[in-house]
């Protein structure tokens, strides 16, 4: 009876967070188009994101490309294969494992931070007071943040991919005695648009999804520490989980499209 109830409980609460995330959306491209536009704030918050998360990208980009590469050399050695190693790590980074990892990267680091920001002002009654002046707290704290994550993470996206692949290149001179020209000829030669274009598309869409989970989770935030405390980590649990379902669902269009 008692499991019962628990599950029940939990399901009401899932749809009561789904409600209320599908109207904090439906309240963001309202107030998206309707001027005042707080373009200062967005490329601010555009540069703190960007620089925040710049350092991490790039040396997660570079050992992902150094271990991807240094695992797969043996598998290929064995098959006579390793002229097929940039081609490989290329289309297997930019495809899918650079958008995701740089995506769950920025939702640890930039989600959480929008999260504990914008709950901690809540705690100490700032929004409130933005709210009794005059000022739409909505239109200068949310939709910044939520632009300024949709429209950096493709950024970080390609700056890590590059770093990636770059690491690649950087094994197969050592190991393999491979020229960087000649690796990154074949690198271009083995790319098509139908690779670049789902994949670009989608990282908007992580953007997207961080911000807004990060700033619903921060903006209604509970009164006290612990609650700013638990808006940043619900946010990046949540928008790590909307970024799988995001992923998928891009990946399944894209095969429909492109066979």
């Given at each position: 009876m008692n499991n019962n109830f628990s599950i029940v409980k939990?399901?009401?609460t899932f749809l009561e967070e789904t409600g209320d995330l599908s109207y904090f959306t439906l309240r963001f491209f309202k107030e998206v188009f309707k001027p005042p536009y707080e373009f200062k704030e967005f490329?601010?918050?555009c540069y703190n994101m960007g620089n925040r998360s710049l350092l991490l990208v790039s040396v997660t980009g570079f050992i992902i490309g150094l271990v991807f590469t240094?695992?797969?050399r043996p598998t290929l050695l064995k098959f006579g294969a390793v002229s097929w190693m940039p081609s490989m790590v290329s289309i297997?980074?930019?495809?899918?494992?650079?958008?995701i990892i740089t995506a769950l990267i920025c939702a640890g680091r930039i989600g959480s931070g929008i999260g504990a920001e914008l709950g901690s002002m809540r705690v100490t009654e700032q929004i409130d007071a933005m709210e009794v002046s005059g000022t739409n707290p909505f239109k200068f704290l949310i939709v910044t943040r939520i632009l300024a994550t949709t429209f950096m993470l493709p950024i970080l996206v390609f700056f890590g991919d590059t770093i990636?692949?770059?690491g690649s290149a950087l094994v197969e001179n050592i190991k393999g005695n491979v020229s960087f020209l000649l690796y990154f000829n074949q690198v271009f030669n083995s790319l098509v648009f139908s690779?670049?274009?789902?994949t670009t598309i989608k990282t908007?869409?992580?953007?997207?999804?961080i911000g807004l989970v990060g700033c619903f989770k921060g903006y209604y935030c509970e009164k006290g520490t612990a609650g700013v405390g638990l808006a940043a980590n619900s946010a990046v649990v949540y928008s790590s989980m909307l970024l799988f379902i995001i992923d998928f669902i891009a990946v399944f269009v894209a095969n429909i499209f492109y066979g």
């Open positions: 939990s399901l009401k490329l601010k918050q240094l695992q797969s297997s980074i930019i495809r899918e494992m650079g958008p990636a692949i770059f690779d670049l274009i789902p908007f869409f992580f953007g997207f999804a």
